[in-house]
């Protein structure tokens, strides 16, 4: 069990760190509540459970090619920042009004879910970090033991998902119009910023 918690452990680890869902979360947590923003990382989770599929069929030197990664990173440009433009646009739009209005659920879920599945960096992680986890662990126990400890990694997700949607739901009961309007400005231009990375990324593989 001592093992099982430290791959929990782990799962909250990598989801911990700021990065494009977590702030999409936070943006979305804010506007439409819990449900919502929990969404956005559900649609995440679903991502990285097709990556960790990729990683058991070995589908790692397909995504080697320049062509392909040229694609990912250009594909993960255009989304980033077309929704970080998204929510620059509406910061100025949220008030207690806009905060009861209900928006599209599955808006939501495809939001988080084409924001990881067009990351590279969650593909990088997936195919390297998980896939050194899979291999020594694939090493030492049976499959029964990886499956478990594969799902022991995404309750760690999952985890870190109600976590940040619970902290975005709960702070827009108590910040006025103005400082919402901030976070969601901010949150915007993290994500053109990480669009923006991966833009140059993108430039860089074409020229």
Not at 48 to 73: N, R, S
Not at 189 to 200: C, Q
Request: aromatic share 16%; hydrophobic share 55%; with cysteine.
């Amino acid at each position: 069990m001592g093992i099982f918690f430290g791959y929990i452990f782990l799962g909250l680890s990598l989801a911990a760190p700021i990065g494009p869902v977590n702030a999409a979360q936070l943006d979305k947590g804010i506007k439409s509540g819990f449900f919502h923003a929990w969404l956005v990382g559900l649609g995440a989770m679903t991502a990285d459970a097709i990556y960790m599929l990729a990683v058991y069929l070995g589908i790692v030197h397909f995504l080697e090619i320049p062509f392909v990664k040229t694609f990912l990173w250009s594909f993960g440009f255009f989304v980033l920042v077309y929704t970080g433009i998204e929510s620059l646009l509406n910061a100025g739009k949220i008030n207690f009004e806009t905060r009861k209005q209900k928006e599209s659920k599955s808006r939501s879920f495809f939001s988080g879910f084409l924001m990881s599945i067009s990351n590279p960096l969650t593909i990088l992680f997936w195919l390297g970090i998980f896939g050194s986890i899979l291999a020594k662990t694939a090493a030492e126990h049976d499959a029964a033991h990886v499956a478990m400890y594969s799902g022991a990694i995404f309750i760690g997700l999952l985890l870190w998902d109600v976590t940040m949607a619970t902290i975005a739901s709960s702070c827009r009961r108590f910040l006025s119009a103005k400082i919402l309007a901030l976070i969601s400005i901010l949150s915007g231009l993290s994500l053109i910023g990480f669009g923006i990375y991966f833009g140059i990324q993108a430039f860089k593989l074409l020229f």
